[in-house]
């Protein structure tokens, strides 16, 4: 089955890298052409008020934070602290010509922050770079965590996107995945995002949860549907080591999901969608079809290898072929720049070859396709084979494009892994 990161989060590099510069440069090579490139800033807010029992991201809640970094971690202080790493952006890329294309706001619950706090840290993106006219600019938001006039402060500091973590529509697949809010919020929410003057909604949802059935995967669908977002991002649960849902299928309390069942529910969320008008563009995301404008410019900034500088709590950034990633911890975070220096764990230079493999990776996963040009000759071989399967589309393929089928998309890992030798 397909699987992604969710909406915002940035493909993850390795754990192991080069050592970062302390002052964050970056080489020529890097800088090389980069005024033909779009360039996206990611902005990561590490704080929840619980812990997901599915979650595995680089997020924190009080408790966890308590005793650990003191003022450094504190949220009260974070938007100052951010805004000093997207000054840092500014000083390495030096007198990069470039506005910001795309802003995307993620985390952990970025709305636990004061509208105010999100507000400054676009801010400081426009005071330091620019935003393009047509800039897309979302945040991330849990559906208890905002109201009519938070929204609307949004709006007013010039966010034009909201993305909900729906999940799902049926109370006890939300309390197995450890969601506070009732059902009916997120539906909500949209209303509200849209009375705030909010051009584009999204809502996130989840599939193959414990104990979900496909009519209650069929509800949370029709339940997305009826609250009318131009965007719905659609996962397969991946249940991850060390969180607290592994556990507990691992000590039997609640079963794991199979792939079969995954399956079905895919071909539920592409049937249902497209009934409703709605289009995949990438394997775990539909837009409205009749609107290019409803999908996620910035997310796309990932899949096709353009520029963006992730800031924040083990962020990740990439730019002209160096991928880069900070410290984890919020006070480790905060100590450096404090101190004025990178708060850069570590970085990749991706090789010609690396570049390539990740284009295939990525871009297959794309409606647009892959171009068969990048192929090796194993991998062409395999998408061959592919073709006479029916795993890729003929017509672009036949135009030079490898493109999946609806049973490609179902089998799009494996896919993938044939097509990248």
């Not at 720049?337 to 991706?350: F, H, I």
Request: glycine share 10%; with cysteine.
């Amino acid at each position: 089955m397909p699987s992604a990161t969710p909406d915002g989060d940035p493909p993850r590099p390795s754990a192991w890298g080069d050592p970062q510069p302390e002052d964050g440069s970056l080489p020529p090579s890097a800088l090389a052409g980069r005024a033909s490139r779009p360039l996206g800033f990611y902005l990561h807010v590490p704080y929840c008020a619980t812990r997901c029992g599915y979650c595995d991201f680089n997020t924190y809640t009080s408790a966890e934070l308590h005793g650990s970094g003191g003022v450094l971690a504190s949220r009260e202080n974070y938007a100052a602290t951010l805004a000093d790493e997207i000054r840092l952006a500014r000083k390495v890329l030096g007198d990069d010509p470039r506005s910001v294309g795309t802003v995307f706001v993620g985390g952990g619950t970025p709305t636990l922050l004061p509208a105010a706090d999100l507000g400054r840290m676009l801010s400081v993106i426009r005071d330091e770079f620019g935003l393009t006219a047509d800039a897309e600019v979302t945040t991330e938001a849990n559906p208890e965590s905002v109201d009519p006039g938070y929204l609307a402060q949004l709006r007013e500091a010039g966010f034009n996107r909201v993305s909900f973590g729906m999940q799902s529509a049926r109370p006890h697949v939300l309390r197995i995945l450890d969601r506070t809010h009732t059902p009916g919020r997120p539906e909500a929410c949209v209303a509200e995002a849209r009375a705030a003057g909010f051009t584009h909604v999204n809502l996130d949802l989840i599939y193959g949860t414990p104990g979900e059935s496909d009519d209650d995967w069929r509800a949370s669908l029709e339940a997305a549907l009826t609250a009318r977002p131009d965007h719905i991002s659609a996962y397969a649960l991946i249940v991850e080591e060390g969180t607290q849902l592994a556990r507990r299928i691992r000590r039997g309390e609640v079963p794991m999901t199979d792939d079969d069942a995954h399956a079905d529910r895919y071909l539920i969320a592409e049937e249902t969608l497209s009934a409703a008008g709605m289009a995949w563009y990438e394997v775990s995301n539909w837009a409205t079809a009749t609107d290019p404008a409803a999908r996620c410019r910035h997310n796309e900034l990932y899949w096709t290898g353009a520029d963006w500088w992730g800031a924040g709590p083990g962020a990740h950034s990439h730019v002209g072929g160096v991928r880069w990633w900070n410290v984890k911890h919020p006070a480790a975070y905060a100590r450096a720049l404090a101190e004025g220096r990178s708060p850069g764990a570590g970085r990749e230079l991706l090789s010609a070859e690396d570049r390539r493999v990740e284009r295939v990776l990525l871009e297959l996963r794309l409606a647009a396709g892959c171009p068969l040009e990048l192929l090796a000759p194993a991998g062409a071989a395999a998408a061959r084979r592919a073709l006479s399967d029916g795993l890729l589309e003929p017509g672009p393929y036949e135009r030079g494009s490898a493109v999946l089928t609806l049973r490609g998309r179902l089998l799009a890992d494996a896919v993938v892994r044939d097509l990248v030798d």
